[in-house]
């Protein structure tokens, strides 16, 4: 029976501020997520279950108004499982494939399970519903400290396409944390996902990335909808602990869309200020109450069709480019980088009528 880390609302982190520098990966009031977590994460390294000893990585921020964070990771790059065919956006799950039932069960870390008041609708003698369990398990080839995966139910046996119910765990796994380094992501089938087996990644990174504050245009404000106006283009929700059910909902709305429509998608969840679509106060730009929630449709990659440099997946749509080789990652400039991404990115015309059709939906709804 593996740990259980049990939660309530109450839990939330809401007191968070982006200091300036990196952040330590030691907060002075670690959250208890966080502890079971980097504690979990380093007994398992430790124990040699992962493919590779994962050291402190060389970073360095590239000159530029993107302020790319690079990191030099090659054993990710050569070390990592091998990714399975994947044809189709909706491709079915295969039970013979490799998936999260086939790992060594030490490679659990917890299970979150939350708990919430009893319905106040339910009658005497009526069972409120079962919590449903988020597993949390290392992920053996890591990106960065703390590289777990977020699988619902894996027995389940759910392809890859998201749930609300696993957007919200996404959301408030971020909220628990008291780490603004700690992030969340999804890639969907054709986006880099490796494994057809529903699942998200987090891990911590703790230096700035420039999402967590870039102005946003909004569409749909009453859902906490709005649109990049910096490259990449992406759509940006943002809820603070009240909204966290509401905005799932939403986001699921949008990523069901692009499932239908056959678009693939990357999506990244990190502590971040209130969208604005000004000047605002260099104080109010540090606060980290809330979490950005950003979603980017991109052109479907099937196949094993890799850059040299790095994959165009969920951290390096956000700004955080993990680089497979050292040339590369001392070579490289910003510009370099926005040519390999600008490949992947929907072409204007398409992002423009997938917003208006977006807008549309949520508003709706």
């Given at each position: ?8 609302d ?9 200091s ?16 079971l ?6 007994k ?15 970073t ?21 499982r091998?990714?399975q ?31 919430t ?21 290392v ?24 749930t609300?119910f ?40 703790g ?29 940006l ?16 709305e949008?990523t ?49 069709k ?17 680089f497979?080789n050292?040339r ?7 510009k ?30």
């Amino acid at each position: 029976m593996p740990l259980q880390f049990v939660y309530t609302d109450q839990e939330f982190v809401t007191d968070v501020c982006r200091s300036s520098g990196p952040s330590s990966r030691t907060s002075p009031v670690p959250a208890k997520f966080d502890t079971l977590l980097q504690t979990g994460w380093t007994k398992r390294m430790e124990a040699g279950l992962f493919r590779y000893t994962l050291g402190a990585l060389q970073t360095h921020i590239m000159p530029g108004s993107h302020n790319y964070v690079a990191q030099l990771n090659v054993q990710r790059g050569s070390e990592k499982r091998k990714p399975q065919e994947i044809l189709s956006i909706r491709q079915e799950f295969n039970p013979r494939q490799f998936n999260f039932n086939k790992i060594n069960p030490e490679e659990v870390i917890f299970e979150m399970v939350k708990v919430t008041e009893r319905h106040p609708d339910l009658h005497n003698g009526e069972e409120a519903p079962q919590p449903s369990r988020m597993t949390v398990l290392v992920n053996v080839s890591p990106l960065e400290f703390g590289h777990c995966l977020l699988v619902p139910d894996p027995l389940s046996c759910l392809p890859q396409i998201l749930t609300p119910f696993t957007i919200q765990v996404g959301i408030e796994s971020v909220l628990l944390s008291s780490d603004t380094g700690f992030r969340v992501g999804f890639n969907s089938l054709g986006a880099f996902a490796s494994v057809n087996h529903l699942h998200l990644h987090g891990y911590y990174m703790g230096r700035e990335l420039k999402i967590e504050s870039r102005q946003a245009e909004p569409l749909v404000p009453e859902k906490g909808f709005y649109r990049f106006l910096d490259f990449p283009v992406g759509f940006l929700f943002y809820t603070e602990s009240e909204q966290v059910e509401e905005v799932s909902r939403a986001v699921c709305e949008v990523t069901d869309l692009l499932v239908a429509a056959n678009v693939a998608h990357n999506l990244f969840m990190t502590r971040g200020c209130p969208p604005h679509d000004g000047m605002q106060d260099k104080d109010d730009l540090s606060l980290r109450r809330g979490v950005r929630i950003i979603v980017w449709p991109r052109l479907s990659c099937f196949g094993v069709k890799e850059d040299s440099a790095f994959n165009v997946a969920l951290c390096e749509l956000a700004g955080h480019l993990p680089f497979k080789n050292k040339r590369d990652f001392e070579c490289y400039t910003e510009k370099d980088v926005s040519d390999i991404i600008q490949k992947y990115l929907l072409p204007d015309d398409e992002m423009k009528a997938l917003e208006q059709q977006l807008v549309l939906l949520l508003k709706d709804s």
